[in-house]
């Protein structure tokens, strides 16, 4: 199935032709048929000749009852525009248009009616014109009489080349159904309908209502007056909520996929075609089938931050229409680029908020997203309307990747200073840490931890320190504390026992990692390795042992046993002559 939005000028004969196209009578209320006006939206159907089946949603053309049209086109990816042959472009062919436009539907059909009555080649030029300036572009135009039905078999085949035309809808998409009609139905209950353009619905689903947060049962699924156990995307369907009020729930309402959206009050918006100079500082935003009066805040030269006097479920990427209630006026398109966007308080911040939203297109982008973001949740990102393809960090938190790297060395640093300020304790509490480090989860802060650091007992340290017998652990500490500048002198043996490391203290922390030994009595830090390779690195290369000895600030007594270390490590070269190179 597929449905088209008519649009055009009060009696320019959409509700005829819908009619004539599918024998069904779309203006369903009395008063509409004594006025011979269409007022809401009239709904209808038909075969075409591929076999593929077209819904209709008609909407009015009287100019008060734009927000009626409004609702009906906002969810529908494509129009039929309807221009009359007689009376050619009016006012309200251009706000339609204007109002198509700036929902950005893409695909659509221009129709000249009332072809009986005059020539139709001057209404179509004119309308073609206006028509391919939007975002329609050029469109393929059929002239009609929905009085004695000449041109309609041809408007049916164009209505099945642009069905052929429209994207393939996404059938696994969660579900944004928007209310346009809510009534009862004797003996069934509460009924609303909408156009589902994307997901599925099944008899049996839980929905959540935008509205209210809270959830409701299908009870049962009409598509085109049957009943069906599951309609999928791109439907009219009528779905009954028997044992949900009435009241809870009308046009402008949706029902949602549980879970699976972000409702939000305050969104940060790029205006699209000719961004006003002057924006009114309240406009109704309409979107889906909702029209909500909206506060303007100006940003940036085309971009601005709107806050809505009730919450809607929006994704990035989200097209949407500002129109001045009281000028009758629509006074352009939105496409929304952050439904969650940071609080302007600061001095500063609104600047700050422009540029950065000026590099946004409202395309949803993971990477853009989680750049700005840092670290988000995958839900969160979720119902935004954020695609999600990346293996989360943690749980189920997201990071930049970039961001999350500076985390690692932050934590890697914020660890070694506890350990030199607090030379004692085994390790940094992870609570602490994570204060430090302001991240949001504690599972965070375990999933930056690389090795050597582990945890251990609530503390990150080093696992040598952890895992040895208490007294020579604090003992390693106290050498880490009195060694902390001078990393490459080598305790004497008798202060090593004064600081409680004897033969077999020294043995265990060795065995532990926690010390290196270079020689019988000679222990170094294990860290003194690397940090060493990065001193000699720095010396005029190949260097003596007499340079490298100054440069560590050692004596021979450490010097010749680590050079001869590295050297085995492959970290330094010695050369024929004695002189050393560092191996890059
Ligand atoms: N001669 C002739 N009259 C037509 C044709 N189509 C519509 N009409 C007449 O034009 C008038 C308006 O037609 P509608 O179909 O109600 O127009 P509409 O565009 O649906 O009007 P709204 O929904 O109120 O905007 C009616 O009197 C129709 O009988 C046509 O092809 N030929």
């Given at each position: 199935m597929f449905v088209v939005a008519t649009a055009g000028?009060?009696?320019?004969g959409k509700s005829t032709l819908v009619r004539a196209l599918t024998?069904?009578?779309?203006?369903?209320w009395a008063e509409e048929r004594r006025r011979g006006m269409t007022i809401d939206l009239g709904f209808a159907w038909t075969t075409l000749p591929s076999g593929a089946t077209i819904a209709f949603v008609d909407v009015p053309g009287h100019e008060r009852f734009v927000p009626n049209m409004l609702a009906g086109v906002g969810p529908v990816p494509a129009a039929m525009l309807v221009v009359a042959a007689d009376e050619g472009w009016m006012p309200q062919s251009a706000e339609h248009l204007a109002a198509l436009d700036a929902l950005g539907v893409g695909h659509g059909l221009l129709v000249v009616t009332r072809a009986d009555l005059a020539d139709p080649a001057p209404a179509a030029e004119r309308a073609r014109a206006e028509i391919a300036a939007?975002?329609?572009?050029a469109v393929e135009t059929v002239a009609v009489s929905?009085?004695?039905?000449?041109g309609l078999p041809e408007l049916r085949a164009a209505l099945d080349r642009l069905a052929a035309r429209l994207p393939a809808p996404t059938v696994d998409d969660p579900v944004r159904l928007w209310v346009d009609r809510s009534f009862t139905v004797r003996g069934s209950g509460t009924v609303v309908t909408g156009t589902l353009g994307a997901g599925r619905l099944r008899v049996g689903d839980v929905l959540e209502l935008a509205g209210a947060e809270e959830t409701v049962r299908v009870r049962g699924l009409h598509c085109m007056g049957e009943a069906r156990p599951e309609v999928a995307a791109v439907a009219r369907v009528a779905v009954n909520l028997r044992g949900?009020?009435?009241?809870?729930?009308?046009?402008?309402d949706a029902l949602l996929t549980p879970g699976r959206f972000h409702r939000t009050d305050v969104i940060d918006v790029r205006l699209t075609g000719d961004p006003a100079v002057d924006l009114p500082a309240t406009l109704t935003l309409h979107v889906g089938s909702a029209a909500v009066p909206v506060r303007v805040r100006p940003l940036g030269a085309d971009t601005v931050r709107l806050r809505l006097a009730r919450p809607l479920p929006l994704l990035v990427g989200d097209r949407a229409l500002l129109r001045d209630p009281g000028r009758h006026h629509v006074t352009g398109g939105v496409r929304v680029l952050d439904v969650a966007p940071p609080p302007?308080?600061?001095?500063g911040a609104a600047a700050a908020r422009a540029t950065v939203l000026a590099?946004?297109?409202?395309?949803?982008d993971l990477a853009g997203e989680l750049r700005r973001r840092r670290l988000v949740r995958v839900g969160a990102l979720r119902r935004m309307g954020v695609p999600v393809q990346a293996t989360p960090v943690a749980g189920d938190w997201l990071a930049d990747p970039a961001h999350w790297q500076r985390l690692g060395e932050q934590l890697t640093e914020e660890v070694g200073r506890y350990a030199r300020e607090h030379?004692?304790?085994p390790g940094m509490p992870v609570d602490a840490l994570r204060q430090r480090l302001a991240l949001p989860d504690r599972a965070l802060v375990e999933a930056l931890i690389r090795p050597p650091l582990r945890v251990h007992g609530g503390r990150i340290g080093t696992p040598a320190v952890d895992t040895l017998p208490e007294p020579v652990a604090r003992a390693v500490q106290r050498v880490r504390a009195e060694y902390a500048?001078?990393?490459f002198r080598a305790p004497e043996a008798d202060r090593l026992v004064d600081l409680g490391l004897g033969p077999r203290e020294i043995g265990a922390a060795v065995r532990a990692g926690a010390l290196l030994r270079l020689a019988d009595t000679v222990v170094l830090l294990p860290d003194a390795l690397d940090a060493a390779v990065t001193v000699l690195a720095?010396?005029?290369?190949?260097?003596t042992l007499s340079a490298a000895r100054q440069a560590l600030d050692t004596t021979r007594r450490v010097a010749v046993p680590l050079l001869e270390l590295l050297d085995r490590r492959g970290a330094t070269r010695r050369l024929p002559d004695d002189a050393r190179v560092v191996v890059t």
């Amino acid at each position: 199935m597929f449905v088209v939005a008519t649009a055009g000028h009060v009696d320019h004969g959409k509700s005829t032709l819908v009619r004539a196209l599918t024998g069904m009578e779309p203006d369903r209320w009395a008063e509409e048929r004594r006025r011979g006006m269409t007022i809401d939206l009239g709904f209808a159907w038909t075969t075409l000749p591929s076999g593929a089946t077209i819904a209709f949603v008609d909407v009015p053309g009287h100019e008060r009852f734009v927000p009626n049209m409004l609702a009906g086109v906002g969810p529908v990816p494509a129009a039929m525009l309807v221009v009359a042959a007689d009376e050619g472009w009016m006012p309200q062919s251009a706000e339609h248009l204007a109002a198509l436009d700036a929902l950005g539907v893409g695909h659509g059909l221009l129709v000249v009616t009332r072809a009986d009555l005059a020539d139709p080649a001057p209404a179509a030029e004119r309308a073609r014109a206006e028509i391919a300036a939007s975002s329609l572009g050029a469109v393929e135009t059929v002239a009609v009489s929905g009085l004695t039905g000449a041109g309609l078999p041809e408007l049916r085949a164009a209505l099945d080349r642009l069905a052929a035309r429209l994207p393939a809808p996404t059938v696994d998409d969660p579900v944004r159904l928007w209310v346009d009609r809510s009534f009862t139905v004797r003996g069934s209950g509460t009924v609303v309908t909408g156009t589902l353009g994307a997901g599925r619905l099944r008899v049996g689903d839980v929905l959540e209502l935008a509205g209210a947060e809270e959830t409701v049962r299908v009870r049962g699924l009409h598509c085109m007056g049957e009943a069906r156990p599951e309609v999928a995307a791109v439907a009219r369907v009528a779905v009954n909520l028997r044992g949900t009020p009435r009241d809870r729930l009308g046009r402008g309402d949706a029902l949602l996929t549980p879970g699976r959206f972000h409702r939000t009050d305050v969104i940060d918006v790029r205006l699209t075609g000719d961004p006003a100079v002057d924006l009114p500082a309240t406009l109704t935003l309409h979107v889906g089938s909702a029209a909500v009066p909206v506060r303007v805040r100006p940003l940036g030269a085309d971009t601005v931050r709107l806050r809505l006097a009730r919450p809607l479920p929006l994704l990035v990427g989200d097209r949407a229409l500002l129109r001045d209630p009281g000028r009758h006026h629509v006074t352009g398109g939105v496409r929304v680029l952050d439904v969650a966007p940071p609080p302007l308080s600061r001095r500063g911040a609104a600047a700050a908020r422009a540029t950065v939203l000026a590099d946004l297109d409202g395309r949803p982008d993971l990477a853009g997203e989680l750049r700005r973001r840092r670290l988000v949740r995958v839900g969160a990102l979720r119902r935004m309307g954020v695609p999600v393809q990346a293996t989360p960090v943690a749980g189920d938190w997201l990071a930049d990747p970039a961001h999350w790297q500076r985390l690692g060395e932050q934590l890697t640093e914020e660890v070694g200073r506890y350990a030199r300020e607090h030379p004692l304790e085994p390790g940094m509490p992870v609570d602490a840490l994570r204060q430090r480090l302001a991240l949001p989860d504690r599972a965070l802060v375990e999933a930056l931890i690389r090795p050597p650091l582990r945890v251990h007992g609530g503390r990150i340290g080093t696992p040598a320190v952890d895992t040895l017998p208490e007294p020579v652990a604090r003992a390693v500490q106290r050498v880490r504390a009195e060694y902390a500048d001078r990393p490459f002198r080598a305790p004497e043996a008798d202060r090593l026992v004064d600081l409680g490391l004897g033969p077999r203290e020294i043995g265990a922390a060795v065995r532990a990692g926690a010390l290196l030994r270079l020689a019988d009595t000679v222990v170094l830090l294990p860290d003194a390795l690397d940090a060493a390779v990065t001193v000699l690195a720095g010396l005029p290369q190949p260097f003596t042992l007499s340079a490298a000895r100054q440069a560590l600030d050692t004596t021979r007594r450490v010097a010749v046993p680590l050079l001869e270390l590295l050297d085995r490590r492959g970290a330094t070269r010695r050369l024929p002559d004695d002189a050393r190179v560092v191996v890059t």
